[in-house]
């Protein structure tokens, strides 16, 4: 990279700053303009699952860095690519994570709104963040992430 350049994948923003903005817009709907999903039980179960799995998930990626040495926060420099745990399955468990997260509260909420806004919450991650993350990781890695790319999916 030439020296001019900074080494981090320059995403739009902060991917929980991103999760937290659209969860506050979810729940001010959901006080405001409620539209509710009926039966609440079982709804109020996945929900809790949702968000259960969604904690596991972030724990494990997170511990998975952790090992591999790498940088957790996006503004700093991939130091490797990471490949156990979760990464095995997803190329972006700590974002698949916030969706879920997401999700499963909407879902505790039994509200349209919130659960559809996990829509714009993984488009606005996968085009400001994961897309450019994952050119950061192409021109730095090469070919190690290239391989990892095409054996993993991005999302699940």
């Given amino acids: ?23 506050v817009i979810g729940v001010a709907a959901h006080l405001l303009f409620p539209v509710a999903i009926l039966p609440h ?3 109020r179960i996945l929900g809790a699952v949702l968000a259960l799995t969604a904690g596991t998930i972030a724990l494990s990626a997170r511990a998975q860095m952790k090992r591999a040495g790498t940088n957790i926060h996006p503004t700093l420099p991939a130091t490797a690519i ?4 979760p990464y095995r399955f997803t190329r972006n468990p700590m974002y698949l994570s916030l969706c879920l997260l997401n999700l499963g509260i909407g879902l505790l909420l039994c509200d349209l709104i919130p659960v ?12 400001g963040v994961i897309v450019r993350e994952e050119r950061y990781l192409e021109a730095k890695f090469g070919e190690v992430y290239s391989s990892y790319r095409r054996r993993v999916r991005r999302w699940l």
């Fill in 41 to 43: 039980l079982p709804w």
């Fill in 1 to 23: 990279m030439p020296p001019s350049e900074k080494d981090a994948p320059g995403v739009i923003a902060l991917p929980p700053l991103i999760f937290l903005t659209v969860l």
């Fill in 116 to 127: 559809l806004l996990t829509l714009v919450l993984a488009t606005v991650l996968q085009t």
């Fill in 82 to 85: 990471v490949t156990g745990g």
